[in-house]
């Protein structure tokens, strides 16, 4: 298996413009998790899913994050606008069964917001 | 809440040193836990994981032991390679709760 598969690597964009971060987790796998990591908090967990459907969106830092995902292989993050404050590496990560107990992380998309 | 606290780095050893790592849980019940490592450039995967007390987590040499009565999973291994240098994040499985700690950055000189 060719493993969590997150596009684009890096992302450059200017304030206010609307940017979509991209996921295909692993084949087979029924968990999606969206987290976000900085130097000052570390990683945060911001959505996760099971059977494509949101169970924790707590972690979400306001109405310009949305996520979504449509069906078992495909996930998007969305951030609009866009502010220098979300410059981050984003990881998406999946798991297998009713427990989210192994996660396996993508290679994360660096976002810098200009 | 649950949550999970690791010693800050960063961390800095010469080749075949000994390495030790806290980490600390807070919980009611049983948790699982986990030590993830993320090298450079890459994301986390998992290292160890251990799911009941005094179960003892091992791989590419590093070892972890569920403490209980402690609340504590410190990992170790007994000689660092300069390949080991990485960060290194304590996680807690409750439920449907998971938790990462704030990572430990781990160089290791040659």
């Known amino acids: 298996d060719a493993g969590v598969i997150q596009s684009p690597r890096h992302e450059v964009t200017e304030m206010g413009q609307e940017v979509t971060l991209r996921c295909k987790p692993i084949s087979g796998h029924n968990s999606l998790f969206w987290y976000r990591q900085t130097m000052m908090r570390g990683l945060e967990l911001l959505i996760y899913f099971n059977n494509n459907v949101p169970i924790d969106d707590s972690g979400m830092p306001e109405d310009r994050f949305s996520a979504k995902m449509p069906n078992a292989s495909f996930s998007t993050l969305k951030i609009q606008p866009s502010e220098p404050r979300d410059s981050a590496v984003y990881f998406c990560a999946s798991s297998f069964g009713p427990s989210l107990d192994i996660q396996y992380f993508g290679a994360g998309t660096r976002l810098s917001v200009l | 809440g649950d949550s999970v606290t690791q010693m800050e780095g960063p961390v800095t050893l010469s080749e075949e040193a000994f390495l030790t790592i806290n980490c600390t849980y807070t919980?009611?019940?049983?948790?699982?836990l986990f030590w993830y490592v993320q090298y450079p450039g890459e994301g986390l995967q998992l290292l160890l994981k251990?799911?009941?007390?005094?179960d003892k987590g091992s791989n590419k040499g590093f070892e972890a032991t569920y403490r209980k009565e402690t609340t504590s999973f410190h990992l170790e291994k007994g000689s660092v390679q300069v390949s080991d240098s990485a960060v290194y994040f304590c996680a807690l499985n409750h439920g449907n709760q998971f938790y990462f700690g704030t990572g430990t950055s781990l160089t290791v000189i040659p």
């Open positions: 919980a009611t019940g049983y948790p699982s």
């Open positions: 251990a799911t009941k007390a005094d």
